[in-house]
């Protein structure tokens, strides 16, 4: 079956560093990849969407890798900021080109001042 | 409205009891989600509708879960004689088309005393 891995665990970074989010599937071909910003007691907000055919995708201080040899993503944050502090969930689509996606986990993200 | 609203914020209920949960998508987007999200756990997805096709109910955890939309608008999601462990947090997203950014919803609090 499909599965979606990304760190349980909290990640704890000092300001100004660069944070990196690691979001690994199997048993998938996804043609998209998304991340999402979700604060507590608040639905998540999309980020960025990576396609199959990017490597690399930026955003202001934000970067998304997509490697579908490894079957990974990664999404940094560079310049990090206190305001950075949330969970960050990776999203791919379940069937190629369709509607359905099924979200990982999420690693919560603290940046500390 | 500009966003995905969701009815009600919160919800209180007893052990046994039904309990409605209502979902207003974007105008105009034909896809349309729900998740739960238990505390401190990752999104679960339950039910999609896109469009006039039947929904894809794979993800619902028993039959006293039911979900439905009419046309590409208004979706309620009901739980039957609720049990304690459907304490959650329900999420309701949309989206434009495949691909696409899921506009989520601030969600429904649900406990079940």
């Known amino acids: 079956s499909q599965k979606i891995e990304q760190n349980s665990e909290a990640l704890n970074i000092q300001e100004g560093k660069t944070a990196t989010l690691t979001c690994n599937y199997t048993n998938y071909s996804p043609a998209y990849l998304q991340w999402y910003r979700q604060d507590p007691g608040r639905g998540p907000v999309f980020l960025l969407l990576i396609r199959e055919n990017e490597k690399e995708k930026r955003k202001e201080r934000l970067k998304v890798t997509f490697d579908t040899t490894l079957k990974q993503s990664l999404f940094h944050i560079t310049a990090s900021q206190p305001a950075d502090s949330a969970t960050y969930l990776c999203?791919?689509?379940?069937?190629?080109?369709?509607?359905?996606?099924?979200f990982g986990t999420g690693t919560r993200l603290k940046v500390l001042a | 409205g500009a966003g995905v609203s969701q009815s009600p914020s919160n919800k209180v209920t007893e052990k046994g009891k039904d309990v409605e949960l209502r979902c207003d998508p974007i105008s105009g987007h034909t896809a349309l989600y729900w998740y739960r999200q238990r505390l401190g756990q990752g999104l679960e997805f339950l039910i999609y509708f896109q469009g006039n096709s039947a929904p894809d109910k794979s993800g619902l955890p028993s039959d006293r879960f039911s979900a439905e939309r009419t046309g590409e608008s208004v979706s309620t999601l009901t739980i039957q004689r609720t049990q304690q462990e459907d304490s959650a947090v329900y999420l309701c997203a949309s989206s434009s088309g495949p691909g696409g950014t899921q506009y989520f919803g601030p969600g429904t609090r649900l406990l079940v005393l």
């Open positions: 999203a791919l689509d379940i069937r190629r080109g369709t509607y359905k996606y099924i």
